[in-house]
């Protein structure tokens, strides 16, 4: 399963949006039921029940925390351990043989992650300015018909500012484009991905680019009263969550800030990508120059650890 994005922690939806219904969600084209018990403890399992292939997500959450299928009531707890057949009363050696599997989840930055795996979920290993409560964060989400891959290296280039938004906070850049600057661009490996440090020749400021693997970007602009992070969060291969979560700085005030016009400007990004074909492209394909260097990272990275990854499940597959 998740052959296209194995084994990682990523966010899925806002704890706000989840309430006692059972919803079905897509995550690197599989289908999963997710749903909480009374104590608020969430779980994702496959949204197939392994009687006769009913949807789990159409069913119900009963008083004991189980997810109850809707066609003949066989019930599952937040372990995918099946507990009740109606009907049949089965000894708990019979049940446990009709369970079902269940991907790890976590809460975390106001957040429900999903690990898409089921082997050694460690930790997931996150910047710590996502380890504030919960209630601290500003989240926004919307899809996009566009590979996640694409959404993560639009955010690390940053001389896309002065051309995809260049009607609105990269005008300035967009002038300096054509008076000849040079870009400053520096890059510190670190143990999940990469810090990069932008700036032109002709400006004062300019902007600090943070990617965890494998689908965090952290933002850090100067002055400015609020943390971005952005996910990319496959759906499938065509489709992706862009997650937006605003971390307020407590040393600036941000009554002036305008939601709406931050939120709006992923547009002009949303635009471009869902204009690209597929994936991004491997580090041999298309011409890149100096200034590519964060994006060719990235790529590196996603050809080796992610696809690599895939081709070896792949492999396994074949091989039995
Ligand atoms: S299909 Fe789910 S209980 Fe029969
Ligand atoms: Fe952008």
């Known amino acids: 399963m998740f052959e296209m994005f194995p084994n990682f922690w990523t966010p899925v939806l806002p704890v706000a949006e989840i309430g006692a219904e059972p919803i079905a969600i897509e995550l690197a084209g599989e289908s999963l039921v997710l749903f909480r018990d009374a104590g608020g403890q ?27 299928c809707p066609y003949h009531g066989w019930q599952f707890d937040t372990d995918g351990t099946c507990t009740r057949v109606p009907f049949n009363p089965l000894s708990s050696a019979h049940l446990s043989k009709l369970s079902v599997v269940s991907f ?39 899809i996009w018909n566009a590979h996640w891959t694409r959404a993560v290296d639009i955010s690390l280039d940053y001389l896309h500012l002065p051309f995809v938004h260049r009607n609105s906070f990269g005008g300035e850049l967009n002038d300096a484009a054509h008076k000849d600057a040079i870009a400053q661009i520096s890059i510190t490996s670190t143990a999940d991905g990469m810090k990069v440090t932008n700036k032109l020749n002709t400006l004062p400021s300019g902007t600090k680019i943070d990617w965890h693997q494998p689908n965090i970007i952290v933002l850090n602009l100067d002055g400015m009263p609020l943390l971005p992070h952005f996910f990319a969060i496959p759906i499938n291969t ?83």
């Open 42 to 68: 969430f779980s994702a399992l496959p949204d197939l029940c392994p009687h006769r292939g009913a949807p789990l997500s159409r069913g119900r959450v009963t008083e004991s925390g189980c997810i109850e």
């Open 104 to 142: 790890p989840t976590r809460v975390i930055a106001g957040m429900v992650w999903i690990f898409t795996g089921t082997e050694n979920a460690s930790a997931p290993q996150l910047p710590s300015s996502l380890l504030e409560p919960n209630d601290r964060y500003i989240i926004h989400h919307e």
């Open 238 to 320: 065509h489709k992706m969550r862009f997650m937006q979560v605003l971390l307020p700085n407590p040393g600036i005030g941000q009554s002036n800030f305008n939601f709406d016009d931050f939120f709006a400007a992923s547009d002009d990004d949303r635009i471009m990508v869902e204009s690209q074909v597929s994936e991004v492209s491997n580090v041999n394909e298309g011409y890149n120059v100096p200034t590519d260097e964060p994006s060719l990272r990235f790529r590196r990275w996603y050809y080796r650890a992610v696809k690599g990854k895939r081709n070896e499940v792949i492999r396994d597959m074949s091989a039995s």
